[in-house]
């Protein structure tokens, strides 16, 4: 029996879900049927990257769509989702049980006033027992969040890491072809685009929970540390480009 959530939700428009997936046998299958049963959700996309595990198959099973995307990286995986998902509204996700599906419904809320809604996880009353958001991870992440609102005068943003976002297809494509990052530091790049892009974003609080299975990317403080300073330093560099070509404009009009 499929559980249907916010029917009262509909303003004629498809939501295609995109998940990348790299080795997530452990929690995938669950992860789509959550997904699904959300009534607003039409589509799940697993981008596959390379699984050895049978994720691909299992995810199928349960009823997704899936793609290879042959180019390892989770920045690789994401923009391969972007490119394939046929929704209105593309909402990026964790098949890893991090996510609660039902909080889709809170993206959507914003869907039609604007281009992107991101979610934060730095509500601390949403942060479950053993969700991997200690006190380092949690600071970092705002930090960068502060570092990117400021160099690219955006709205208030805290969470630069979360996955969990949802973008309007049109608004997808507008930047898609501009990404770069193939890596862990994709997030901040989609963020960084969307703003030079006039794009027009909000955050909105998530409930974050425990990882099913290892982490490829906050796994350990050094890993977490070493995707921080990359994300920092593609911001940095974003700002420094966008300086120099305000200040060739205007020399070009002098």
């Not at 890893?96 to 419904?105: C, I």
């Not at 700002?239 to 070509?245: C, E, I, S």
Request: aromatic share 8%.
């Amino acid at each position: 029996m499929r559980w249907r959530l916010y029917d009262v939700w509909d303003d004629g428009k498809t939501v295609t879900v995109v998940f990348p997936a790299y080795n997530e046998a452990a929690n995938i299958a669950r992860a789509v049927r959550d997904f699904l049963a959300v009534s607003a959700v039409d589509e799940v996309l697993v981008v596959d990257n390379n699984s050895r595990d049978g994720t691909g198959d299992l995810a199928r099973e349960a009823g997704a769509r899936v793609v290879l995307e042959t180019k390892q990286g989770y920045g690789n995986a994401l923009q391969r989702g972007l490119r394939e998902a046929t929704g209105d509204y593309v909402v990026l996700a964790e098949p890893d049980g991090t996510f609660v599906a039902k909080d889709v419904v809170k993206l959507l809320a914003y869907a039609d006033e604007l281009d992107m809604v991101m979610g934060t996880r730095t509500t601390r009353e949403l942060i479950w027992e053993q969700a991997n958001m200690g006190w380092f991870l949690r600071v970092g992440n705002w930090a960068v969040a502060k570092l990117l609102q400021l160099l690219f005068d955006g709205p208030s943003l805290s969470d630069c890491g979360c996955t969990l976002r949802l973008i309007r297809r049109e608004a997808a494509l507008r930047i898609v072809d501009q990404l770069t990052v193939g890596g862990s530091h994709f997030l901040p790049e989609m963020v960084v685009l969307a703003l030079l892009n006039g794009l027009r974003i909000v955050e909105v609080p998530v409930n974050y929970r425990a990882r099913i299975g290892e982490s490829k990317i906050t796994g350990s403080r050094v890993t977490t540390l070493k995707v921080g300073t990359r994300m920092i330093g593609l911001i940095l560099d974003y700002r420094l480009k966008n300086w120099r070509r305000r200040e060739q404009v205007i020399g070009d009009r002098g």
